[in-house]
């Protein structure tokens, strides 16, 4: 009888060595995976940025140990100036002969544009409302079911050649969100879903084991 309570108790000591490890692992891989993947960025950025900078200018010159993140902080300042001086009266004036150029260059135009598109598809604020929304749809054919974003809305051509009231949906793949498919599909088959994007990509990359409380919109 002792004999099988000690083992009872080994094997509950075990069990809780093993949930503890777990737990462990489950605390730091990833903020360690975050903090790695940043430090590589940054490490990426600086590497690239201050191999730009003259070494006169370059703090770093001066100093007897580097700065970790000078390239990055570099970038910013550089984007938030460029935006300032594109703003202006000059700055709109030779963005636009800037474009005209790009746009009358063959082959160069469609990659411009198409690239300009999206950017302004992701930073404007009207496009928020419309990519920001998970939806459920029956897909790759009907019974089966799958997460999806809407992106917008197509053209009136295409509603008015298809008949339907359409609405563009992206589907992304498990566990890259940042390939998928682009489908066209009527309004009424999409069904809208009481999470955020962020809930939506995370079920996605975790490859539907992170699941949040997913409720349909009351229409």
């Known amino acids: 009888m002792t004999e099988k309570k000690n083992k009872q ?55 007897p140990f580097s700065l970790p993140g000078i390239g990055l902080v570099i970038l910013l300042v550089f984007f938030v100036l460029v935006g300032m001086f594109a703003a202006g009266f000059i700055g709109r004036f ?9 746009e009358s260059t063959p082959v ?3 990659v411009y544009n198409a690239l300009k598109q999206i950017f302004e598809t992701f930073f404007s604020s009207s496009a928020k409302s419309s990519f920001r929304e998970v939806v459920m749809i029956q897909y790759p054919r009907p019974g089966i079911w799958t997460l999806a974003f809407i992106t917008g809305s197509p053209t009136a051509e295409m509603k008015k050649a298809s008949g339907e009231d359409l609405v563009s949906i992206f589907v992304p793949t498990t566990p890259n969100p940042t390939s998928g498919f682009l489908l066209f599909i009527p309004r009424k088959d999409v069904t809208p879903l009481a999470i955020s994007v962020e809930e939506g990509l995370k079920m996605v990359i975790s490859v539907g084991i992170v699941n949040p409380t997913c409720k349909p919109k009351k229409s």
Request: aromatic share 14%.
């Open 94 to 102: 030779l963005v636009r002969v800037w474009e005209r150029l790009l």
């Open 9 to 63: 108790v080994k094997k509950s000591v075990g069990s809780k060595i093993r949930s503890y490890f777990f737990t462990g692992i489950l605390v730091t891989a990833p903020a360690a995976i975050t903090i790695y993947l940043a430090v590589i960025f940054i490490n990426y950025v600086d590497t690239h940025v201050t191999n730009l900078i003259p070494a006169e200018y370059n703090p770093e010159t001066y100093l």
């Open 108 to 110: 160069v135009s469609s």
